[in-house]
């Protein structure tokens, strides 16, 4: 079955940087767009970031753009979101999922928490 292993969270101080990571297993991940969601204490999950599944063409929600930065690699069915220049604002759980989102491939999620 489909699997979505998200890692790299943490503490971190504002202005700090973090790496996600996601691996999935279970469908041909190259097939797939892939993205990264957040919940924030007390919000909806929101999709922070995307990428398609071969161009690699990507897209920001507004918040993060020029600080947030997501890639992946096929070879390693991996997704990445690389996050710079962190606010707290940014503290949340980040969970990936394809694009657009099913519901029953939510992993556990990685906690980002960004505090001095």
């Known amino acids: 079955q489909v699997q979505l292993v998200e890692s790299g969270g943490g503490l971190v101080q504002p202005g700090g940087s973090l790496r996600l990571s996601c691996v999935a297993s279970g469908f041909t991940f190259s097939n797939y767009a892939m993205s990264w969601y957040r919940r924030a204490p007390g919000k909806e999950r929101e999709l922070v970031a995307r990428?398609?599944?071969?161009?690699?063409?990507?897209g920001y929600v507004d918040s993060v753009k020029g600080r947030f930065t997501i890639s992946r690699d096929n070879a390693k069915n991996t997704v990445y979101l690389q996050m710079n220049s962190l606010k707290p604002e940014d503290t949340a759980v980040y969970y990936c999922?394809?694009?657009?989102?099913?519901?029953?491939?939510w992993g556990q999620g990685t906690q980002v928490t960004v505090s001095s």
């Open positions: 990428i398609s599944s071969l161009r690699g063409s990507t």
């Open positions: 999922n394809k694009y657009p989102y099913t519901i029953t491939w």
